[in-house]
């Protein structure tokens, strides 16, 4: 036998030529692409509604630059909530205590600096850690008794609700803490973070060079940028990376999908689902704090309803309630619409007592046309 061992030709060795058309490969086009995004039909929403409210309250003012913070200011608060009730919707709960616990961490923040005198950065702490562990809470009851979310947190709304009202009547015999706000302006810690606004200077610069306008002291007509707006880009850019760049974001999405099927792939659902109930918890603490920095007082009825708007913004973004589906841009969308709307009423002819009935069309339009989109893209039409 020969001892050289046979080769094959040199041709045969390389990999076989990509087959053209292959009818195993289904070509998808731009536009049914952007039918599958679940932010498609908010943003198609919002350029409605800016249409609109250019038409309705064009020459109002709206769309100058203090119009346009005003309801910039209004998104980024809802904004900050919508981004966690988004996450916890994708995985498939609610958390119905959002709205209570932003009041409650704003008397959490209140009542020690004010009556017991602790610093206000250790009221702020102990805020956001009191509040956290209520979501820890929350989440481990759902998880460990299976009873749906629904139920968990509309018994924490309540319960709350009751706290706040009970720490304000006792320590301040009224509903409202005052005075808040000046022992905030004395921490530079918590003004720095999350009072007043920011990049005066630019603003300033801005006046003096003609580019905005300027009140008649001289001050520029918008003094900076409101914190609240930078703290809702920060939540909305990190939870957006989480969910789509990162395996815990997978995680949340195959939780959603089918709870059951994730545990016996080894996702963590446990884990992942008190992990958003948690942050859920401190995005109602961040509103909280920043609201009483804004206003400069607590008080027990703050956040009434905001459960509700929250969820309302994730479903206009194209989150969807079964769960397993949604887009942190998309709820941000739907902030956006909930600003423009609340603010640009004032600016028309209309009545603003019609806001919340054209919150409530707008909902049932967005999940309709939401539903309709996600059937001819699933269906191929």
Known sequence: MSATTSRLPLTSQKDPAPVKNDERVRHISPWRS????????????????????????????????????????????????????CLL????????????????AGMMMAVPSMFMG????????????????????????????????????????FILRGLTLVLSTHFSNSTIVSNVGDKISGDPVVSALFQGSALH????????????????????????????????????????????????GNWIFTVGGDAAAAQNVGVPVRRVKISLFVFTAFCACLFGVLQVADVGSA????????????????????????????????????????GVVQIGISYTSF???????????????????NHYIRSRATTGK
């Open 351 to 369: 009545d603003s007592d019609w806001y919340r009935v054209f919150l409530g069309a707008m909902l049932l339009l967005a999940v309709l046309f």
């Open 34 to 85: 952007l039918l599958h995004r679940p932010e498609f039909g908010s943003i198609a929403g919002t350029v409605l509604v800016f249409v609109l409210f250019g038409i309705l309250a064009g020459d109002s003012g709206m769309f100058n630059l203090d119009g346009v913070m005003n309801w910039a200011e209004v998104a980024a608060y809802l904004g900050i909530i919508a981004v966690g009730a």
């Open 299 to 338: 008080s027990a009825d703050r956040g009434l309803q905001k459960e509700f708007e929250a969820i309302i913004a994730a479903v206009i973004g194209g989150t969807l309630l079964t769960g397993g589906y949604g887009s942190v841009l998309g709820s941000c969308f739907g902030a956006l619409i909930f």
């Open 89 to 104: 919707m994708i995985a498939g709960e609610f958390d119905l205590s959002i709205g209570s616990m932003i009041g409650f």
């Open 201 to 248: 200077g630019l603003f300033g610069w801005l006046a003096k060079t003609g580019v905005i306008g300027r009140l008649p002291n001289g001050d520029p007509i918008v003094n900076g940028i409101p914190k609240v707006l930078i703290w809702w880009l920060v939540m909305a850019i990190g939870a957006g990376f989480v969910l789509s760049r990162s395996r815990f």
């Open 118 to 157: 602790w610093p206000m950065w250790a009221s702020v702490l102990f805020a956001f850690a009191g509040c956290m562990a209520l979501g820890w809470l929350n989440g481990f009851l759902v998880v460990r008794t299976k009873l749906p979310s629904f139920i968990v947190t509309l018994a924490f709304m």
